[in-house]
């Protein structure tokens, strides 16, 4: 038993590092596809044998100090119970200033700026990623240029049908493939490395520091393309929850790293002997005969870095409809056995119309460099700062330790946010256009719905004195149970209200039942219900959900029963409130966005099929509300 138990252990930790090189490493593993190809691609950097060298150095310091030292090694360690990425770190970060309203309220706009963009990021990744691999044709085939354009809209069209149908199957092949992917790189540096082996000294960070004193400007501003070597950075914490701390770093250091390292330096070692190959030294580096093995291999590794930053999107938007971010949107579970497998039809077909309009618009991979980056760098930089007050008022680390371990790596993500700054007007806009928009459909709909709970509360009768005033003279009673749900613990729902108007019973058992979400992402059962007893067969229930949990209300209700409240599911009813918002000028948000509130509140999926509903014991009674 003990002898099986450390193999067992053994064999489920390969599989999540297998499964880690698939999700995790898609986007930075794809990044050889043009990184070192778009430094010198403007021609301000010659492709002498001391430039070469000199970028060769920065890219291998940026990923050892941005990856291998601030994702791997700090980063991670800042898990939300186990559970990465922005929200996580949002949730960290606010929960850990809640004694300081003003920055936290500070903290959570900066939060929800970084979780916008991200979705500008979700758009430029498939894009430049399959535009980059196919790109190839031009090396191999140059007379077929023409058909790069369409091939590429070919393999978005496949990519975004084939979501509805889950990513069980595909994410099954996202190891494998990739794990092909970073041998092929290695594969494909090591011979040139040999032939010039001289590449290697580029690992001295002095070349790295010479090239930026001899060339400055120009140098900050080839930061703009060498940051997209480190695209890509963000999933390795974003995926924390889905493989553990310790396969996506053993994933990091034993494979991805060495090949993406070899693959660079051959690239490198290649340029040395030939400076005319920059035109595409990642596909210049196959030989002969396996230029097409290659350059099928390339898309299909560009196919699971688009695929992971679309899963992505999916997960992020559940968690922000959870914390109460973004309205409520048809989710599909496309598996029965993982629940993390999910299909978001407004966001696939959203991000792929904006995909679509990327490499029409852009037509290149060059072109599309202008975008890529900027909105990568503002979430590095974000994270950082997030990182800092998690730290120091989560953690209460000395205020010293804390700047020194994430000032550093301020310096660097500012430093190359404010390179990419100046690809704004080359195309940066289009991705910093996409987070604007999302920033300002998010704060419409945090916002609106405080507006919508305040006059709600305002006009709200407390439930104990109401239930009180009832059975003084109650009303008939009628078999079976009713469930209410109410935005506001203690507070009569408008549906009991309109009930008892037009109906005139009241049902034999009543369960008054708000779902709160809390900024963790998960809440176990333990600690799911809350209830309180208000006599005459009568209940208010509170609901804890985490935000990556499943809020099913009738699997939370049957925890009722320890508490001596029986629920026969065949005789219960659940009443809902619909309000209609009605924008009126005068306090408040601005006219036009409160009309784009009442507009997406009035868009949103129905909060029954959110909750998990029973569809066929459902009752919605509506009321008109002001804000």
């Known amino acids: 038993m003990s002898s099986s138990q450390p193999a067992h252990s053994r064999t489920a930790l390969a599989g999540l590092t297998l499964g880690a090189l698939g999700v995790v490493y898609g986007d930075i593993g ?50 939300n119970n186990g559970e990465g990425g922005l929200i996580a770190m949002l949730a960290l970060a606010t929960n850990a200033v809640n004694d300081k309203p003003p920055l936290r309220r500070l903290l959570l706009m900066v939060g929800l700026f970084g979780t916008a963009i991200f979705f ?64 092929a ?40 393309a060498v940051v997209l070597v480190v695209t890509g950075g963000e999933a390795l914490y974003a995926d ?63 196919i699971v870095a688009s695929q992971a930053l679309i899963t992505a999107a999916y997960s992020v938007t559940k968690q922000a409809i959870q914390l109460g971010i973004l309205p409520r949107l048809r989710i599909l579970h496309t598996s029965v056995r993982d629940i993390g497998q999910i299909y978001v039809p407004f966001i696939n077909w959203g991000l792929f119309s904006l995909v679509v309009l990327a490499v029409v618009f852009f037509g290149s991979s060059t072109k599309l460099a202008g975008a890529y980056g900027v909105a990568v760098t503002i979430d590095m930089t974000i994270t950082t700062v997030m990182t800092f007050f998690v730290i120091r008022y989560g953690w209460n680390y000395p205020l010293a330790l804390c700047i020194a371990a994430t000032g550093a790596f301020f310096v660097i993500d500012a ?34 719905r405080k507006l919508l709970s305040d006059k709600l509360r305002e006009d709200a009768i407390e439930l104990p004195a109401f239930l009180e005033a009832v059975f003084i003279n109650p009303p008939t009673r009628v078999a079976g149970t009713a469930v209410f749900l109410s935005a506001e613990r203690g507070v009569t729902p408008n549906a009991l209200m309109h009930n008892l108007k037009h109906n005139k019973v009241l049902h034999e058992q009543n369960v008054f039942v708000t779902v709160k979400h809390h900024e963790v992402p998960w809440v176990g059962f333990e600690k799911r219900c809350e209830v309180e007893a208000l006599g005459h067969h009568c209940w208010q229930v509170t609901l804890h959900f985490g935000f990556k949990n499943e809020p099913d209300v009738p699997e939370a209700l049957a925890l009722l ?33 409160e009309k784009l509130f009442a507009s997406m509140h009035r868009n949103a999926a129905a909060a029954a099929d959110f909750l998990h509903l029973p569809a066929n014991r459902i009752v919605e009674l509506g009321s008109k509300v002001e804000i």
């Open 561 to 593: 029963k320890k508490h001596g409240v029986q629920l026969d599911e065949m005789e219960t009813s659940y009443f809902l409130s619909r309000d209609i918002v009605i924008p009126t000028i005068g306090s408040g948000m601005a006219l036009w966005r």
């Open 30 to 79: 794809t990044s050889p596809l043009y990184a070192l190809k778009e430094v010198f691609h403007g021609g301000h950097v010659a492709t002498t044998p001391e430039n070469i060298l000199g970028v060769l150095s920065l890219l291998f310091w940026t990923l050892t100090v941005v990856v291998s030292v601030k994702y791997v090694l700090l980063i991670l360690r800042a898990d």
């Open 240 to 302: 924390l929850g889905h493989f553990g701390k310790k396969p996506i770093r053993i994933a990091w250091y034993g494979v991805v790293m060495p090949s993406l390292v070899l693959n660079y330096f051959g690239q490198g070692a290649m340029l040395l002997d030939n400076p005319r190959g920059v035109e595409n030294p990642f596909f210049l580096l196959a030989p002969s005969w396996a230029e097409m093995p290659l350059f099928l291999l390339a898309t299909a590794a560009a």
């Open 185 to 224: 790189l290695a594969a494909l540096g090591l011979p040139h490395i040999f032939e010039n082996p001289h590449v290697l000294t580029a690992m001295n960070p002095m070349h790295a520091v010479d090239f930026c004193l001899r060339y400055r400007w120009v140098a900050f501003v080839a930061l703009g």
């Open 120 to 183: 500008g990021d979700a758009v430029i990744t498939p894009a430049m990623t399959v535009l980059g691999a196919v790109e190839g044709i031009d090396v191999y085939e140059p007379q077929y240029h023409d058909a790069i354009l369409p091939l590429t809209l070919i393999v978005m069209v496949g990519l975004f049908s084939v979501q509805r149908f889950g990513t069980g199957g595909i994410g099954k092949a996202f190891g494998p493939v990739m794990l092909l992917w970073f041998l």
């Open 415 to 448: 430093t190359f946010l404010a390179s990419n700054l100046l690809k704004v007007a080359a195309g940066g806009w289009f991705p910093l256009m996409i987070g604007i928009g999302m920033f300002t459909l998010m704060l419409t709909w945090k916002q609106g």
